[in-house]
């Protein structure tokens, strides 16, 4: 024993501290990772950064248990069993690259499309869609399609930004916040920072949310909503609103479309669209003379009511008269939709109230002058300070769209839209969809060892920004940009692999996936997606998806699915780029983006993925990634970050650039440029200025500052699209008229859905199922100590949430005569699931939730094959089919959103009925044990940090 005066109380902790960014979510907060000789000990929050502030959330805290994981890949592995069996062979990179490059390189050189590349929620997609694009294939997405599309299409298309990444609340200013649908893992410090801000300051918060957990829990008041009716609840609001006149009209007129004259002939082909001039300009109604003038013209008031005959017969009237038409008619009143949304015509206008109170008794005015893009002066920024924020909870339904944008109209026409104390963009947004790319991969853009003219994502504008061949069938595989999805601006990444197993519309050779658990958690159709993964064709005894290459840090359930495996570093070990070219870490009030680098070495023979990409990439001779000698450009990720321009002087990272490493946004590569980021703590900031903060839609100091920055080449002003001419084009195309003209069997439902203001249509399978039957509705949502699957697999985090019951209300609960701990089957129109029961009081009484990916399957991810995420863990998913009922027609539709292809997760409708009592229930369905790929380590039995490293230390203190 040692001596007790020599015990050593402050034993050296760390013998230096790296400062990178954080993957534990999506947040990509900046932390400071405490190392000790060649091992992680401790992750602190970054103060100085400017998404977190220094504050660190339970999973980020718990990142050193993700980086120490037992199911770790360790090596690249050949399959040599069957699918499904987890059997593999350990094989070099070298092998592992020269399997990939045959596989691939036939395909480029023939046929493009045959390649399906689909990633899940990485950070590196303005790498990974321009990899495709070289390629040549417009078979690429992530996981937008199965996340919230919905929340970030209908926010591009209306104001052009959406919540979380393209924008925030003024949680400084806001004198009310209203929650829609918010998950807990989206967004998660920025909102917790926020929300306490906002407790700090005694402002009210409303969450709209069938759950009350989470933020919910923490509002002042919860409105439990009825699943799906979101849409239904805000245009009631609306019509509250203009029915008392507590609108913003003189913002309507300088910032929207509302006074756009619309074109009213009935039975034409341009009924609906808006009356232009010949420049194409969209005209509006001088109020001084009556006469129109283009919408541009500085100096004129336009007006919001009125009439104009057009010269070769029907009239044109401001797009407000359309709005007004709609939505004060009764049908949107409270009285009227209290029994579908379940929320008394009382809390509704009360709501209203108390939005219109704050927004106009209570405006924000900041004395700084500004200037908009007509020229005009403003001496000061007047804000309407009602924020609000929406996730997945609204955006994953097949009336997603609609609903999103009827939350963006009511932002809009209270004045809250990047408004001090409302809702504000983060630069580079805001971006109009007309800015923004049309898709690529037209059939005539397609051609063998030939790029895409374009990136493989975009925005559609019309019938004729469709991805479809002469007879208007899909061209994609996942049918995005069809006339199934016309908008879908993230593809469907639910629908690719039950597209290629069915050949429809074309078989691929190669599916090649990122970081998607597609075998389990991130598939509707559990069970059919593996059978569909695991079939031969009997003619050829090959399997239906010949060739699956995946990539992944860790043992997922796919892995065992997949003939080739990249293995990936943990987010600790590798160089990345939180890059202004895709989403980055901007606020409100400052442009900024950040790196990972390599705080420790791999110890396993790993390599960050995008590496390995850029690897293959130059192995297939790829354009932009071989020089004039075919040799590899980039030495590896971190090179590409350094010295890839996508134009000259625009690069991945905005900061630090030029020789001298003083340019920021624009500029020449810098050698040394990372070695900046790493001393300026992994990020790089710049402060906009005081007068380019608000308005920055309309605000010439913005524009201007956007353009210094490269944002664009040129500034981009535009109004906000309440009436969506884009819809209405469908809508055209729907009733007749173009060249381009849908199938005839989704001809009614693009007239229903595409309308230009939005409507409210009920959910596609609660209306399709037997209410009787399957009268309840079935909720999933992240639980805030959890990220997709990688935290349920995380030893601390795995204390917080070991297993998932299902939560039911009370009163159903009483009904079903079941208590907490009992076990019930859950069937819906496609499944059978027996789970474990908790009982809960705050849920709409119709509704059931759980915590979704924290079942796991028995063998997958190195835990114990009787682990709690095992047999007391489950999915919903296996519920949910990627397609809805047969219809009278004998056509599957897809379940998703039908002008986003939006997966519809939360449509999901079922009955529940109280299982046997038995004793060691274990969850069903159940699956065979998935075999452990070679190399991984034992997992120990402590869920807890380093036993070897607390023997040593304690060894060192007792010395
Ligand atoms: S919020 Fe997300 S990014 Fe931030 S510390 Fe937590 S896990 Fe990491």
């Given at each position: 024993m040692p001596d007790d005066k020599n015990?050593?109380?402050?034993?050296?902790?760390?013998?230096s501290i790296a400062k990178t960014t954080c993957y534990m979510c999506a947040c990509r907060c900046g932390i400071n990772v405490h190392i000790k000789g060649d091992e992680i000990r401790y992750i602190e929050g970054n103060r100085d950064h400017p998404v977190n502030n220094g504050v660190l959330c339970a999973k980020g805290s718990a990142g050193i248990m993700q980086h120490l994981s037992p199911a770790r890949l360790t090596a690249p592995l050949k399959r040599v069993g069957k699918r499904g069996e987890g059997k593999f062979e350990k094989i070099s990179w070298e092998e592992a690259m020269e399997m990939a490059t045959s596989w691939l390189k036939p395909i480029r050189e023939t046929d493009p499309r045959k390649l399906a590349f689909f990633t899940g929620r990485d950070q590196s997609q303005a790498l990974t869609g321009w990899w495709a694009q070289q390629f040549g294939t417009p078979n690429f997405a992530a996981h937008g399609g199965f996340c919230s599309v919905n929340m970030a299409a209908a926010g591009i298309y209306t104001i052009g930004g959406a919540f979380w990444e393209f924008g925030s609340p003024d949680w400084e200013k806001t004198e009310l916040f209203l929650l829609f649908g918010v998950a807990e893992d989206h967004d998660s410090n920025p909102i917790k920072i926020g929300l306490g801000k906002l407790k700090d300051r005694g402002i009210r918060t409303v969450s709209i949310n069938p759950v009350q957990t989470g933020y919910s829990a923490v509002a002042d008041d919860w409105i439990g909503i009825t699943p799906g009716t979101d849409g239904l609840f805000i245009l009631s609001l609306i019509h509250v609103l203009m029915k008392t006149g507590q609108i913003d009209l003189d913002y309507l007129i300088r910032y929207t479309n509302a006074p756009w004259l619309v074109i009213r002939r009935p039975g034409s082909a341009d009924d609906g669209l808006f009356w232009r001039d010949e420049h194409g300009q969209p005209q509006v109604l001088d109020h001084k003379t009556g006469k129109p003038v283009s919408a541009e013209t500085a100096g004129i008031r336009p007006q919001l009511k009125g009439e104009i005959a057009l010269p070769d017969g029907g009239v044109a009237t401001p797009a407000f008269m359309l709005m007004a038409e709609d939505w004060l008619?009764?049908?949107?009143?409270p009285e009227v939709t209290e029994e579908k949304t379940g929320v008394p015509a009382n809390r509704v206008y009360a709501l209203a109230d108390a939005i219109a109170e704050a927004a106009f008794k209570r405006e924000v005015v900041i004395d700084q002058p500004w200037v908009d893009w007509k020229g005009e002066h403003h001496d000061k920024m007047i804000g309407r300070p009602v924020a609000m924020h929406a996730m997945r909870g609204i955006s994953a339904h097949s009336n997603g769209f609609q609903t999103c944008r009827a939350l963006h109209i009511l932002q809009i026409l209270i004045g809250s839209v990047e408004t001090p104390g409302g809702f504000r963009f983060k630069p580079p947004y805001p971006k109009p969809a007309a800015i923004h790319p049309r898709p690529a991969g037209k059939p005539d853009q397609v051609k063998p060892s030939t790029p895409l003219p374009g990136a493989p994502l975009g925005y559609p504008m019309s019938p004729d920004d469709l991805l479809v061949d002469d007879k208007g069938r899909p061209v994609r595989i996942d049918k995005a940009y069809s006339w199934d999805a016309p908008l879908s601006a993230h593809g469907l990444m639910h629908m690719v692999i039950s597209n290629a197993y069915a050949g429809d519309p074309y078989p691929v050779d190669v599916l090649f996936m990122y970081m998607a658990n597609m075998a389990w958690n991130s598939s509707m159709n559990t069970r059919g997606v593996i059978d569909m993964l695991t079939e031969t064709d009997p003619q050829t005894g090959e399997y239906r998806i010949p060739k699956i290459i995946y990539s992944d840090a860790y043992s997922s359930e796919m892995v065992a699915y997949a003939d080739l495996i990249l293995p990936d570093t943990t987010y600790l070990e590798r160089h990345d780029c939180i890059s202004l070219l895709d989403r980055p870490i901007c606020e409100p009030d400052c442009v900024a983006d950040a790196i990972r680098w390599p705080v420790v070495a791999p110890d396993r023979d790993v390599r960050g993925f995008q590496s390995a990409l850029l690897d293959l990439g130059a192995r297939l001779g790829l354009p932009g990634m071989v020089d004039a000698d075919g040799k590899p450009l980039y030495r590896d990720y971190a090179d590409y970050m350094t010295n890839h321009q996508r134009k000259p002087g625009i690069g991945p990272l905005a900061g630090f650039r030029g020789q001298s490493g003083?340019?920021?946004?624009?500029g020449d590569p810098n050698p040394d440029q990372i070695d900046a980021y790493i001393a300026n703590g992994g990020f790089w900031s710049e402060e906009l200025p005081e007068n380019a903060r608000y308005f920055k839609m309309a605000n010439q100091h913005y524009q201007d500052f956007a353009v210094k920055m490269g944002f664009f080449d040129k500034p981009e002003p535009y109004s906000f699209q309440i009436y969506s001419e884009v819809l209405q084009k469908f809508q055209l195309a729907a009733q007749g008229h173009g060249n381009n003209q849908p199938p005839e069997h989704l001809r009614d439902r693009i007239k229903t859905c595409f309308t230009p203001l939005p409507q409210w249509y009920p959910p596609f399978e609660g209306d399709m199922v037997d209410q009787r039957t399957y009268p309840i509705h079935a909720l999933t949502q992240r639980p805030?100590?959890?990220?997709?699957?990688?935290?349920?697999?995380n030893p601390w985090l795995r204390q917080i949430h070991g297993h998932n019951p299902l939560f039911i209300p009370a009163a159903l609960a009483r009904s079903l005569e079941v208590e907490e701990g009992d076990w019930v089957w859950v069937t819906s129109h496609h499944g059978k699931i027996k789970v474990p029961v908790a009982v809960m009081e705050g849920v709409n009484p119709h509704t059931v939730w759980t915590w979704n990916a924290i079942g796991k399957r028995r063998g997958g991810w190195q835990l114990d094959p009787d682990a709690p995420e095992a047999r007391k863990g489950f999915l919903l998913n296996h519920l949910i089919h990627e397609l809805l009922p047969m219809r009278g027609d004998g056509l599957r539709w897809s379940n998703s959103d039908p002008i986003t292809g939006q997966a519809a997760w939360f449509d999901l409708k079922v009955n529940i009925t109280k299982a046997d009592a038995e004793d060691n229930a274990t969850v069903e369905p159940t699956f065979p044990i998935l075999g452990a790929p070679p190399g991984l380590e034992k997992p120990s039995s402590v869920l807890r940090y380093g036993d070897s490293i607390i023997a040593r230390d304690k060894k060192e203190n007792d010395q």
């Open positions: 015990l050593n109380l402050s034993p050296k902790s760390a013998d008619n009764d049908q949107h009143s003083k340019d920021h946004g624009r805030m100590a959890m990220y997709h699957s990688w935290g349920s697999q």
